[in-house]
């Protein structure tokens, strides 16, 4: 494994060897036991979409594990003025030791990968949101112990969480229902992977109807109806997404103990109710957290000579 571009690239093997590092580092901060790993190693992180999480977990992690993290905007680079990527690539891999790019377009992750001689690790594009669906998994193992055999039932939008959920919980052995409002299916690729999946015994199912999605789930996840870069959309999406809220009534048709996720931003009363979120909330930000220990498990996964996990 060279680069985090998409979940598709990743083996269940790369996947759950991720999982178990980011279990061992988790434990390790919790105890205060220092892992500095990457000492002396440098991080660039191009930032086309603002963040929270990302950027902070990403900083915080290259700080614990003893190295630097360099936060840049296109403002801030040639990029920006037009600098073709292929050069800006060349250029990063002779300073840095890895990049993290979060952007619109996953052509730009592809690229940049392509040309650089440096891990890359796709930090958001339209298309994938590896480095959440990461986290979100080692929560739901972290919750009910394993991963294989639990349904995950998604209700929103098929865009870039949506894909990188299908894919990473298809991979982890996980049943898979969706349901987006017409118009709002997940991207073909992903698709195509789905049926792939399906043809040799997986579970997956998608569908308009959001009690196909929540029918006896183990987990109900949700995003917000409105993405960056889709702001003068949003009256009509929540015209569109009418229905698609995750609320009590949405719960009653879910497993007892449901654990529901969200990656946050929320937008209370829109994709998520101001009650289910609070009632979830230790579910829900323990998911933030561990974006922290599952992002420095891919940083010394690409950027570490070595790293023994310990049994």
């Not at 698609?244 to 990656?263: I, P, R, S, Y």
């Amino acid at each position: 494994m060279k680069n985090l571009l998409k979940l598709l690239d990743c083996s269940k093997d790369e996947i759950v060897s991720i999982l178990d590092l980011a279990d061992q580092l988790k434990y390790e901060k919790k105890h205060h036991i220092a892992h500095r790993i990457l000492e002396g190693k440098s991080l660039g992180m191009i930032f086309q979409k603002p963040s929270t999480r990302t950027r902070i977990s990403f900083e915080a992690g290259m700080y614990q594990l003893g190295g630097q993290a360099m936060f840049l905007t296109h403002r801030d680079m040639q990029i920006g003025r037009g600098e073709p990527i292929q050069d800006t690539a060349r250029v990063m891999s002779r300073y840095l030791d890895g990049m993290v790019v979060r952007t619109y377009d996953q052509q730009e992750v592809e690229t940049l990968a392509g040309y650089g001689s440096i891990p890359v690790i796709n930090g958001l594009t339209n298309f994938a949101h590896p480095c959440q669906v990461l986290a979100d998994l080692m929560t739901i193992r972290e919750h009910f112990a394993q991963l294989e055999g639990l349904k995950m039932g998604f209700v929103g939008d098929g865009f870039n969480m949506c894909n990188s959920l299908i894919v990473g919980c298809l991979k982890a052995g996980m049943e898979v229902s969706v349901a987006t409002p017409v118009g709002y299916e997940p991207h073909p690729d992903v698709l195509a992977f789905a049926e792939q999946m399906r043809a040799e015994g997986a579970k997956f199912e998608l569908s308009n109807d959001v009690h196909k999605a929540a029918d006896n789930a183990d987990v109900l996840i949700t995003d917000a109806w409105t993405a960056m870069g889709q702001e003068e959309q949003a009256e009509q999406r929540r015209k569109d997404f009418a229905g698609f809220t995750v609320d009590h009534d949405l719960l009653a048709c879910c497993k007892e103990g449901v654990m529901v996720q969200h990656c946050m931003p929320a937008y209370r009363g829109e994709e998520i109710s101001a009650e289910v979120l609070e009632e979830h909330a230790e579910e829900i930000f323990e998911e933030s957290e561990n974006r922290l220990h599952a992002q420095k498990a891919v940083l010394v996964t690409l950027m570490s000579e070595k790293y023994e996990i310990l049994g």
